[in-house]
């Protein structure tokens, strides 16, 4: 078995994974949400002071399992600094102490195989990673072969849900409370311009910070009662802007499996809006289970098994954070 943690923002969780299975045989995550919610997003200090109260509390559920563990696995990158080394520091002591090998998980690699937990993975995909952090388009064809086509240039699709919902004074995660919103709004009230729409501006990439500030406008002129309006336009345009760059995108490279990952592909409009656009092209598309888009331990210990398959394994001393190293 292999023990995963991951640690990268404001979830702390702990799973246990069967190697020869990959079957999950525990999973367990502490959300900060509610002690975020009062700031409008993550304060990295609090983050830590959490998983640092949380991570061993897991940790102590797990003790039946210590005698059967084979390597312990940890998201060491990307994420934030202080956080990221709450997980690490408590890997690094379990490997010392249990003496089994130490796997350091990309954190962008564990939300790609949250969609094969439990399952065999397959490949080659097309991956549309859209989190707090990231939003972008990545050609995979194995564990070690994956190659980004598109990334944002600014903010992430998550994120400018979590500014907006901040703006409103929703609270956070924005994800969720915008798409709550947009559910009675009309997508159409409000004209926001699709970004990056100019036939100057490359296919492979995203933006997300002027559309913000034009929904922060609106806000800033509209009553209350008129949120669920803004929040309908504005999920209608971040997503449009998805599919109208993964359309120029299908112009070169014709998708057969595409997927969706990372928090913010629990939203149902984002879903179906892919879904119609990968009609023409008889494409399946692969998605995470709900309770596996978000950050958790079970996709990192899913990348773990493979590898430690390969015996991929890092040393004590090698095994660092990279909070900035992406895909
Ligand atoms: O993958 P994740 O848990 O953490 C990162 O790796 O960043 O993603 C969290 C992000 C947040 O920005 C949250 O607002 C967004 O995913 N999110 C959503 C939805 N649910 C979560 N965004 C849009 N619609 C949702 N339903
Ligand atoms: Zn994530």
């Known amino acids: 078995m292999i023990l995963s943690i991951e640690s990268s923002c404001d979830d702390s969780a702990i799973a246990i994974t069967e190697i020869s299975s990959c079957r999950l045989l525990f999973h367990k995550k502490i959300s900060q949400e509610l002690e975020h919610s009062v700031y409008g997003g993550v304060v990295p200090e609090l983050a830590a002071r959490l998983h640092a109260e949380a991570l061993p509390k897991i940790l102590a559920e797990c003790e039946p399992y210590f005698k059967d563990l084979k390597a312990v696995a940890v998201t060491s990158s990307p994420?934030?600094?202080v956080t990221l080394i709450e997980g690490v520091t408590m890997a690094k002591a379990i490997a010392v102490a249990l003496n089994i090998p130490l796997i350091g998980v990309n954190h962008l690699v564990g939300h790609t195989y949250?969609?094969?937990?439990?399952?065999?993975?397959?490949f080659p995909l097309t991956v549309l990673l859209v989190s707090g952090g990231h939003t972008q388009v990545m050609e995979v064809k194995s564990l070690t072969d994956i190659q980004?086509?598109?990334k944002s240039m600014d903010d992430s699709f998550g994120e400018s849900f979590d500014k907006v919902a901040k703006m409103m004074g929703l609270g956070y995660p924005g994800g969720p409370l915008i798409q709550e919103l947009a559910k009675d709004g009309d997508?159409?009230?409000?004209?926001?311009?699709?970004p990056l729409q100019g036939?100057?501006?490359s296919v492979l990439a995203f933006s997300y910070s002027g559309l913000k500030n034009a929904v922060r406008l609106a806000v800033e002129k509209e009553e209350k009662e008129n949120y669920e309006d803004i929040a309908a336009s504005f999920e209608h345009i971040a997503?449009?802007?998805l599919i109208h760059k993964l359309k120029k995108y299908f112009q070169i490279v014709t998708p057969k499996t595409f997927a969706i990952v990372g928090g913010a592909s629990a939203n149902l409009y984002l879903r179906s809006q892919i879904e119609d656009l990968l009609k023409p092209y008889s494409a399946a598309l692969l998605l995470s289970e709900l309770k596996y888009c978000s950050d958790n331990a079970a996709m990192i210990g899913r990348v773990a098994v493979e590898m430690y398959n390969k015996e991929m394994f890092s040393s004590l001393k090698d095994l660092d954070i990279s909070p900035k190293s992406s895909l």
Do not use: D
């Open 79 to 81: 994420g934030l600094a």
């Open 114 to 122: 949250s969609l094969f937990i439990e399952k065999p993975a397959q």
């Open 148 to 150: 980004t086509v598109a």
């Open 187 to 194: 997508r159409k009230k409000h004209n926001f311009t699709i």
């Open 199 to 201: 036939k100057q501006s």
């Open 239 to 241: 997503t449009a802007h």
